[in-house]
């Protein structure tokens, strides 16, 4: 598999430098200063990819290209901004990257409760609380029917919980919530956030999931012409938020979305930690069923818990069994090879790492700390020798 890294471009506290002695080929990146909604321009794609390249790397990935609000809602200026995608899709693949990961979220993008949560080794990884994340939903951002999303009990432990946190948990909790996620288009506040709610209003499941299905009608046949591979990544928690319709979140759901628009061009990032957060989803069951369609995978664990709550696990621990799905992956990659595919490598990327070592407390994303994620890698990488070695599992 082509073992990638993902970049924040030049501001970065993980430098290419770092990404190049983890022994990484690839660049996961994307123009996220440009990440509204606009067109890409191709000499600002051209610019980011001369630092990859002069750096002895390559661009492999896009991640993301933002599907703007509009988009999602069809409202306000979607047909400007679906037609700024198309123009981006054709500028990166003109520059030769061919791999575009990117989702189709709701308000938000990947969410956590706690972004620093103590682990037993003494790092910390990242966590979702269902009991938090509803004492912020009925208590503090005090949502509208917000009642009638959480069970009882839940809500009870909720209360509980509110009168043991302070002012600053409290804040913290809000901004982990919607103020802060790496490379978001922008982050919002309370009253923006209600708003944004309200632009949503009646917008049902099936509803929004037809509005993806409109969307790819439009921008798959232009990957098609452009020979690009779009991917799109599950939501992340694979459960709905804020009330708001989730439409990636479990194999029924990748099913419906590759045969609403049937392409080669249209397919899926194979990320097992946020797929793997749902219980209903068999991870080792899903890589092989849908190996041919899988264009990018995200390589990461999580530890679900009983209430629903679940925490990034290592790499090679939580409730996924890595192995088997790497295992499932290479097959394909050696099937695509016997067809003679040049295309025939996965992308894939160590994700989400804990904070260890010399990283705890230093200024990095959450997530994406270096020596957490060169852990990871090196432990994927000695999977990945040993099933090449074995030519597969027995």
């Not at 990440?35 to 002069?54: Q, S, V």
């Not at 599907?67 to 999602?72: A, L, Q, T």
């Not at 309200?198 to 037809?210: A, N």
């Amino acid at each position: 598999m082509k073992q990638t890294w993902r970049w924040f471009g030049p501001d970065d506290t993980v430098t290419l430098s770092h990404v190049k002695q983890a022994g990484a080929s690839g660049i996961v990146t994307a123009l996220h200063q440009l990440n509204d909604g606009r067109a890409w321009p191709e000499d600002e794609i051209l610019k980011r990819k001369a630092i990859i390249e002069d750096a002895g790397l390559t661009w492999s990935v896009v991640e993301s290209i933002i599907v703007h609000e509009d988009v999602k809602t069809r409202s306000g200026r979607y047909r400007e901004l679906i037609d700024n995608y198309k123009a981006s899709i054709r500028a990166v693949a003109k520059a030769g990257i061919k791999t575009i990961c990117y989702n189709f979220m709701a308000i938000t993008d990947w969410t956590r409760t706690d972004l620093d949560y103590q682990m037993q080794h003494g790092g910390t990884a990242l966590r979702f609380d269902v009991v938090e994340f509803c004492a912020y939903d009925l208590f503090i951002l005090k949502r509208p029917g917000a009642e009638a999303d959480h069970p009882p009990e839940r809500i009870e432990r909720a209360q509980a919980r509110l009168k043991r946190m302070s002012e600053s948990d409290l804040a913290r909790l809000e901004r982990n919530l919607i103020e802060w996620v790496p490379a978001r288009e922008f982050v919002y506040d309370r009253q923006s956030l209600n708003r944004m709610l309200d632009v949503y209003g009646e917008l049902s499941t099936e509803g929004f999931r037809q509005n993806l299905f409109e969307f790819l009608a439009e921008i798959v046949p232009v990957a098609e012409e452009a020979g690009v591979r779009m991917a799109i990544h599950p939501d992340d928690p694979p459960f709905p938020l804020f009330g708001l319709p989730r439409v990636v979140c479990c194999a029924a759901d990748a099913r419906a979305l590759l045969s609403a628009v049937p392409s080669a061009a249209n397919g899926i990032t194979l990320c097992t930690g946020s797929y793997g957060a749902n219980p209903e989803n068999d991870l080792v069951a899903m890589a092989k069923e849908f190996a041919p369609d899988i264009h990018f995978a995200h390589l990461r664990n999580v530890t679900k818990e009983g209430d629903g709550s679940f925490h990034e696990a290592e790499h090679l621990e939580g409730d996924t069994d890595m192995i088997r799905v790497v295992d499932a992956l290479m097959t394909e990659e050696r099937r695509r090879q016997a067809e003679g595919r040049e295309d025939w490598e996965i992308p894939m990327r160590p994700d989400h790492g804990h904070a260890i070592v010399d990283d705890i407390g230093k200024r990095v994303n959450p997530g994406y700390s270096c020596i957490g994620r060169l852990k990871g890698l090196a432990e994927l990488r000695g999977v990945m020798r040993t099933i090449e070695t074995l030519g597969g599992l027995r």
